[in-house]
């Protein structure tokens, strides 16, 4: 959910609060002081004060031009809401807080997967699968993942230069030289690296590992990159060859604010939620649940035992 104007919205007083079945999923401020009032936040700008029931927050993502109070971090805190810092519409990831749930479920379905060789290809060919769904992947190797993948992703490049006509002589990207690259090749970096940014909060608002990747590897972001990937051919690369298309001035601006729009129009944060919860399912842990507040202590032969408790071995509690 975002909020583009504070002031475009009806004002609200905390006594006007609706009850919600469930949270809302991201909600997103930019300019203005965000405060607490009892229970809830508030949002405030030049033209008023907004009032947004705490409860129903999932993960709150703060944007340009944001404050938020000590009070209201603490009210945030009590109710379980995580807090990602970004850049305008949720396009750049720069610190988070707490994650959006409180089970370790989900980042243990990771890491299990991630730890066997099988589970681990597994997740890979399903998200080959979820890339290119007209291609089923099963049986395939890495490296005709690999190979496959590439040949997928050219093709893309070819297919919207053709229909934006911008010219494309291949990818070219130089790491910390942007201006080196012709338009097209500035426009696809700066897509990707927004991409990135929203990647990170939905990956650190879930609580999983940023480094446990399963198709990219050896980088504290690998996860990262695995799912940013995902949605590259499909809303990455055509953004950016329709910035290009328009002309080459401050084409790295304009291809972030139009991955901002595209973004926002396709539901994509929700989408990347429900993305990985089935991905990590498919590494063997299905029915895995996500939500609640459960702690349990581990025994042996896998086997998990109520917390709180003293299992002194004379006693035998178990």
């Not at 009032?51 to 938020?68: D, E, F, N, V, Y």
């Not at 595209?262 to 989408?271: H, I, M």
């Not at 990985?276 to 029915?287: F, S, T």
């Amino acid at each position: 959910m975002t909020a583009p104007s504070l002031g475009a919205r009806a004002f609200s007083s905390p006594r006007e609060l609706t009850r919600v079945g469930e949270r809302l999923s991201f909600v997103y401020l930019e300019r203005c002081v965000v405060h607490r009032d009892a229970h809830a936040l508030t949002a405030e700008d030049a033209e008023g004060t907004t009032h947004i029931p705490s409860a129903t927050i999932g993960t709150l993502l703060l944007g340009p031009g944001t404050r938020i109070t000590h009070q209201a971090m603490s009210v945030l805190g009590e109710c379980g809401a995580g807090v990602v810092w970004v850049g305008e519409e949720g396009v750049r990831y720069y610190a988070g807080g707490r994650a959006l749930t409180r089970s370790s479920a989900l980042v243990e379905a990771q890491a299990t997967a991630w730890a066997n060789r099988r589970a681990r290809l597994s997740v890979a060919r399903a998200m080959y699968r979820l890339r290119f769904a007209d291609e089923d992947p099963s049986g395939l190797t890495r490296h005709e993942l690999l190979g496959r993948e590439g040949t997928r992703v050219k093709a893309c490049y070819r297919r919207e230069a053709a229909r934006t006509g911008v010219p494309w002589h291949g990818r070219h990207y130089a790491p910390g030289d942007f201006a080196s690259a012709d338009a097209p090749n500035q426009a696809v970096t700066a897509a990707a690296q927004c991409m990135y940014g929203i990647a990170h909060a939905v990956v650190a608002a879930l609580g999983c590992a940023p480094g446990l990747g399963f198709v990219h590897s050896g980088h504290e972001l690998s996860f990262v990159l695995d799912i940013a990937d995902l949605y590259k051919t499909e809303i990455g690369i055509p953004v950016a060859f329709d910035a290009a298309a328009e002309g080459t001035e401050d084409i790295g601006a304009r291809t972030r604010r139009a991955l901002r729009d595209a973004v926002n129009r396709t539901g994509l944060l929700d989408r990347c939620v429900s993305d990985i919860k089935e991905l990590l399912g498919a590494g063997g842990q299905e029915g895995v649940a996500h939500d609640g507040d459960r702690v349990t202590l581990q025994t042996d032969r896998g086997v998990e035992v109520d917390s709180g408790r003293n299992y002194d071995v004379e006693g035998q509690s178990w």
